[in-house]
């Protein structure tokens, strides 16, 4: 029997998962959510239960994001197949769950963390990072946007940070996401499992839970040393706060600095239409509640699961042939049209709503 994907484990009054697919750097099939998505509400209800926590396995990643490379498969292979509808919608549940858990979810992040990952620590209520720690939303290098809440989580970042983050793939580290608020502390690899010890020890029992499980963090957080962002805010902002997609270049490309340069290249790299539509998403969800966001999310991911998009372009070239050469339809910014955009935006039949 091969090893299951996510292991579960009561001790102590946690509930701990660890994504469990080191190899392939515990990127997330529609098997592990289909088993969060059994397990968190037993935990939710279970009085002996006080809090959980989420671990990643082995000593690269938490998680990489979401296997992308099984929805590719099977629109190759199996065209009238169902992971593609309902990848997404197991998915972005276990996000809302995450979001409105009634109980302490604390991811231990101790290494690679994005796309698919962070949408399983970014909407809990505490994210803990050490010096491994890697975060991207790299959605569009494959022709998707950043989804599992993206839309949320972004546009609440300072300035125009969640802009540049979605579009140009950037990645951070620990430093600047705890200076960001993508995470809310910082712990030495080290002192990981002391931490996790500690929770267990603890009480969190009463109302103030997420204030007692601050409390222990605080125990166990060092300086992370010193961020990189702040010195490139100004840029940022002056950049990526532009209205579209072409402003955002035409500004880029009046900037001497070799900083607004290498963003340049990174755009000119990725998808126009991914592009496009992940600056569509920002706005229209910058003042939406995580259940219209996620809504928003997954009519746009269905419309990215159809044969002849740009996403399974992108995979083929990044993960499937790995030619690092997609062919994009449109192959410029200037071809992008309104109502492609649109497009992405539309109700489909099976709508993801929430109560």
Aim: with cysteine.
């Amino acid at each position: 029997m091969s090893e299951a994907e996510i292991l579960f484990d009561v001790k102590d009054g946690l509930g701990i998962m660890t994504l469990n697919r080191p190899k392939v750097l515990n990127s997330l099939s529609h098997g592990i959510i289909l088993e969060m998505e059994r397990v968190m509400p037993e935990w939710e209800k279970d009085p002996s239960i006080k809090a959980v926590v989420l671990r990643g396995a082995g000593d690269r990643a938490f998680s990489a994001g979401g296997d992308v490379a099984g929805l590719y498969r099977e629109m190759r292979d199996n065209p009238s197949g169902t992971l593609r509808r309902d990848f997404f919608r197991d998915e972005y549940i276990v996000n809302r769950r995450i979001y409105r858990y009634a109980k302490p979810w604390i991811s231990l992040i101790d290494g690679i963390n994005m796309g698919g990952g962070v949408g399983l620590s970014a909407h809990g209520s505490h994210s803990v990072v050490t010096e491994k720690y890697l975060f991207a939303m790299p959605e569009t290098t494959i022709g998707l946007f950043p989804d599992v809440g993206g839309g949320y989580f972004l546009t609440r970042l300072p300035g125009a940070l969640g802009t540049f983050l979605a579009l140009t793939s950037y990645r951070l580290k620990a430093a600047d996401a705890v200076w960001a608020g993508i995470a809310h502390a910082f712990v030495p690899s080290a002192k990981i499992d002391d931490l996790q010890a500690a929770l267990a020890a603890a009480d969190l029992s009463g109302p103030r839970a997420d204030e007692k499980v601050d409390a222990v963090i605080d125990r166990f957080k060092a300086d992370a040393g010193d961020p990189t962002l702040p010195a490139l805010m100004p840029e940022i902002d002056r950049c990526f706060s532009a209205e579209t997609l072409p402003e955002i270049v035409a500004k880029l490309k009046k900037s001497n600095s070799e900083f607004a340069q290498k963003q340049l290249a990174a755009l000119m790299k990725l998808s126009p239409l991914s592009m496009a539509i992940t600056l569509a998403q920002l706005k229209a969800c910058a003042n939406k509640s995580f259940e219209d966001t996620m809504t928003i999310e997954y009519r746009m991911s269905q419309r990215c699961m159809q044969k002849g998009h740009d996403f399974f372009e992108g995979v083929r070239a990044l993960l499937i042939d790995k030619d690092q050469k997609p062919q994009w339809n449109p192959p410029t910014i200037d071809g992008v049209t309104a109502a492609m955009v649109e497009e992405h935006f539309r109700p489909v039949a099976n709508d993801l709503f929430f109560d």
